[in-house]
Each structure stands twice: as C-alpha cells, then as structure tokens.
C-alpha cells in the first residue's frame, strides 16, 4: 500500500540528525550506529542517524572512540538538519521523537489545565 504524503498522522516514534560524511563524522555514526534501534543510511557527503524514541549523544563515550575530546561544538559542526526534540547539555546531546519524553529538559508542561 502506498501512503500519500500527509496521509499518516499518527507519530512514527522516530528521531535522527544527518553528520557530515568526515572522518569525526564517520566515527561518531559507527558508535551510534552499534546502538540498539539506530539505522545509519550512507550518502556520499553525509550520514543519516535515525533512532527509535531516543538518540543519546554521550561525549564521553564519543570522546574515547575518537581519542579526542568531543563535545557540543564539535557535535553542532559535523551535524546539519535533525527531526525531533533536540536538547544539549555539558555531557551529552539527545534527541527525542515525542515532546513528552523530552519534558523536562525542555519546560514543556505535561499537566492539563
């Protein structure tokens, strides 16, 4: 069955960022890309990361693949366009496919008033 464009409306649960296809950006891709529920598609300029519900941007972890500090700046230069809640903070970047899960980091009120 085809899907016309705007014909699904429910959400997909799904999250993801595009790198730049560098030798940074190919390493932090084969990490996130080794997670459960990550799917990595390969362009020849750049690399898809698309996750299920959550991805999780740990820069420690990414700090010990590369063997070189990796942080928030290095992640805002090697990643272009993302889809869902993205949020930054000092240890990790995180994406999320519902407003919901990412709550409270990003002051979204959950209570029905």
Same mark, same amino acid.
């Given at each position: ?9 429910? $959400? ?13 950006? #190919? ?12 799917? *990595? ?6 690399? #898809?990361?698309?996750?299920? #519900? ?7 972890? *990414? +700090?010990?693949? *590369? ?11 090697? $990643?272009? +366009? ?13 994406? %999320? ?8 980091? =990003?002051? %979204?009120?959950? +209570? =029905?008033?």
């Amino acid at each position: 069955m085809t899907m016309q464009f705007g014909s699904q409306t429910e $959400s997909s649960n799904k999250c993801g960022v595009t790198l730049m296809n560098t030798p940074t950006g #190919r390493v932090v891709a084969d990490v996130m890309g080794a997670k459960e529920g990550v799917e *990595l598609t390969e362009y020849p300029s750049m690399i #898809r990361v698309d996750g299920e #519900r959550l991805l999780d941007f740990n820069y420690d972890e *990414l +700090t010990e693949a *590369l063997g070189e500090e990796f942080d928030g700046s290095i992640f805002e230069e090697i $990643s272009s +366009t993302h889809y869902g809640r993205m949020v930054h903070l000092d240890d990790k970047t995180m994406l %999320f496919a519902s407003p919901e899960d990412a709550a409270e980091y =990003i002051g %979204f009120d959950l +209570t =029905i008033k």
